[in-house]
């Protein structure tokens, strides 16, 4: 199913339309993130957790997918626990989250064309969800303080290779002004005490 990629606003509108946005968390779990040697793997755990929260906030629909193979530990990672169940999960054992049949149907009944994606290893999950997400018609951003990498050398290849597609790098603290820019009434004062309460590398 292809989306129209205006339908959530321009790509440079200051403004995002929560009603048009859902968010993927892919591989945040066991004790995966302790690989990242970009950014801390406390640092992302606790960036994805604010990033989950915002979209509670704001009724965002979340989906975690998670690797599946022998020997991996499924178990999400427990900042981001509390936003994830069993409606919301999704095991694979696949590269990438969307070539899972259940977490692209997940995504596509959500009828919602702009995707947040965060996870762990840039290098192979968050990578090859975004190109297939954007190949699907996806206005795409891709979390870059809630996404961990091998190393910080293969970490650029994969944000220029995901740049070129059209996808957009973005901090969880700008992609919540940009869905919640009122900061004088709920939900914005609620979405700026998650950001302010974000760590700072």
């Known amino acids: 199913m ?14 995002l339309d929560p009603g048009q946005v859902q968010v993927l968390f892919a591989d945040l779990q066991g004790k995966l993130p ?12 606790e960036t994805a957790a604010g990033l989950a929260k915002i979209a509670d906030l704001l009724g965002l629909p979340m989906c975690h997918s998670v690797a599946a193979q022998a020997g991996m530990d499924p178990t999400i990672i427990a900042p981001l626990a509390p ?23 997940a995504l596509a009944a959500a009828h919602r064309p702009v995707l947040i994606v965060a996870g762990f290893a840039a290098e192979v ?11 699907e018609g996806y206005t795409v951003f891709y979390a870059v303080d809630a996404i961990g990498a091998l190393s910080a050398r293969t970490e650029q290849a994969v944000f ?4 070129a ?9 700008s992609l919540a002004a940009r869905l919640a820019p ?12 998650v ?5 700072h590398e």
């Open 2 to 15: 292809r989306h129209d990629r205006a339908t959530g606003g321009p790509q440079g509108a200051a403004r």
């Open 34 to 45: 302790e690989n990242s040697r970009t950014v801390a793997p406390t640092s992302m755990a």
């Open 83 to 105: 936003y994830a169940n069993e409606e919301n999960t999704y095991p694979r054992v696949t590269a990438g989250a969307l070539m899972d049949a259940s977490t692209r149907q």
């Open 125 to 135: 999950v968050v990578l090859q969800t975004v190109l297939d997400a954007v190949a």
């Open 160 to 163: 220029r290779q995901m740049d």
């Open 165 to 173: 597609v059209g996808a957009m790098p973005a901090s969880v603290a």
């Open 182 to 193: 009122d900061f004088d009434r709920a939900p914005g004062t609620d979405v700026l005490e």
């Open 195 to 199: 950001m302010l309460s974000l760590p």
